[in-house]
Nanobody
Framework: QVQLVESGGGLVQAGGSLRLSCAAS????????MGWYRQAPGKQRELVAL???????NYAESVKGRFTISRDNAKNTVDLQMNSLKPEDTAVYYC????????WGQGTLVTVSS
């Protein structure tokens, strides 16, 4: 089993920055992909950013140029640096790990005020 614990959410004004962190523990495959999804009120969960073990990345179009994902394979952590935040970035952000299984963190709320 894998456990994912997120931290770093909060309230920020539009144009500000936040950094989310996720620590994974348990039986983690070296081939895993890690990253972030988000779910805004009344909307479906959507991809934000993913990074595989080769450090190839996949970003949602809406966050390209503003968000940066980073990963430390030795520590099994994945971070999301969010800059130039917009009110539409307001959501619960979920850490995600995928190998042959899929795991989710409990979520951390990011609120961007206008």
């Amino acid at each position: 089993q894998v456990q994912l614990v997120e931290s770093g959410g909060g309230l920020v004004q539009a144009g500000g920055s936040l950094r989310l962190s996720c620590a994974a523990s348990g039986r983690i495959s070296s081939s895993s992909t890690m990253g972030w999804y988000r779910q805004a009120p009344g909307k479906q969960r959507e991809l934000v950013a993913l990074m595989d073990r080769y450090r190839f990345t996949n970003y949602a179009e809406s966050v390209k140029g503003r968000f940066t994902i980073s990963r430390d394979n030795a520590k099994n952590t994945v971070d999301l640096q969010m800059n130039s935040l917009k009110p539409e970035d307001t959501a619960v952000y979920y850490c995600h790990l995928r190998d042959v299984r899929a795991f989710w963190g409990q979520g951390t709320l990011v609120t961007v005020s206008s």
